[in-house]
C-alpha cells in the first residue's frame, strides 16, 4: 500500500523510527490495534509512515483519515510530532534544517521547493520551533547539503 501513497514533502521532516522503536510500534499494534489514524492529505501520506509500515507488516487493514484539504500539512506535521516524538538535539536540529528550507506556501500541488539559501530569520525561526539553536540549524543544514542523494 505505502508504495501506492505518496509521501507529502512534510512527512519526511521527521525521521523514520529506528529498529527497537519500530519493533515496539508493531508489538503494540499487534497487541492492541491501529489506535491513531494514519493521516492523509490531498492524496498524500501526511502522518503515519510508522503505523503505515507496521500495519503492512502485521498485513492488518490500516486505519486511514483524511485531513482538510484546507488546513496547513506542514502545521500538521509539526503539531502532531513535535510532542510525541522522542528526538535528540541534533534530530530536532535536523528536522529544524528541513523546515528552514521549505518554502511557505508551496504546498498546494504536494510538492515542497527547497530553498537554496536558508534565510536568518527562517533559521532562527526554526531553531526557536524547534528548542535547538541557530548555529545547530545552519550545521544540520551543511550535513544535509553534503550528504549523498539517492
Known sequence: MSEKLPVHP???LFPMMVKKEFAELVEDIRQH?????II???GQLLDGRNRLKACEQLGIQPNI?????DLDPVQYVLSHNLHRRHLT???RSMVAAKLATLRRGEFGNGRAKVDASIEASTVTEAAELL?????????A?????KAPRS
Do not use: C, Y
Request: charge should be negative; glycine fraction near 10%; proline fraction near 3%.
Open 89 to 91: 538535539e541534533t534530530q
Open 33 to 37: 490495534g491501529q489506535e491513531e489514524q
Open 65 to 69: 483519515g483524511e485531513l482538510d484539504g
Open 10 to 12: 512534510a512527512a519526511n
Open 131 to 139: 528548542n535547538v539553536s541557530p548555529m545547530n540549524v545552519k550545521h
Open 40 to 42: 492523509v492529505w490531498r
Open 141 to 145: 543544514k551543511e550535513v544535509i547539503d
